[in-house]
């Protein structure tokens, strides 16, 4: 069987060639390893391979796997953030990929005083106007950003997006071009730096970096499918819904 390291390698090598046709340092692209639905040790798997950077998109599961994993690794919440929360996910995350709207950054500003931290978050952009995702439409964006960028816990540092599911990954491009696009207006009306940029799966990171992607978020291509796959520790303690 094909171990993490040997997919870590295909995959970096992917973006250094992708890096390499749009010009771009690959220096400039960090690299996710959604860990979603997998083990403690497949983590440890992965931290003998030198990968230390992880993306969870539950908080329930992260909260009873991280303790299970050296403090070696670092943590990026990727998921829909549930405002009860939020009090849990911040000392466990680094970064915040998707703040999906104006009522959650209010509500994450308000625990980040309560708890005296600054959490750095990336605001999730609905690309395509999918009525089933979460994420501000660019407009919506736009006219909340004053008023996010009032937030002063917050520290925003950039977009995400999750574009359509796609059958070729070709597709996916227009939404990564919007994406940046989007930021590139944003950046020069408010007069901000938008550095970061979340977007590109196992499907499509390539062409997310040759877009500008300066965040990958790559589950599959690195850990094999989640198809059946749940985690869970072995006590019940955090059983619950989210
Ligand atoms: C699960 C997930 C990923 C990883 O998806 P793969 O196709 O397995 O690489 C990336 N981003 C988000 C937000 C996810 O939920």
Redesign the pocket.
Known sequence: MESFADRLSVVQGQIIDAAARAGRDPGEITLIA?S?THSPEAVRDAMDAGHFLF?E?RVQEARAKIPEVSSRAHWHF??HLQKNKIRHALPLFELL??VDSAELAADIDRVAGEAGVHPRVLLEVNVAGEGSKFGFSPAKLRADLEQLLALDRLQIEGLMA?PPVAAEAEHSRKYFVALRELRDRLQEEFRLPLPQLSMG???DFPIAIEEGATLV?????LFGT?RGKTWKPASGEFGGDD
């Open positions: 959604v979603k993306g998109s990727i998921g990929h998707s999750i799966m196992s499907g978020r790559v589950g599959t291509a989640r």
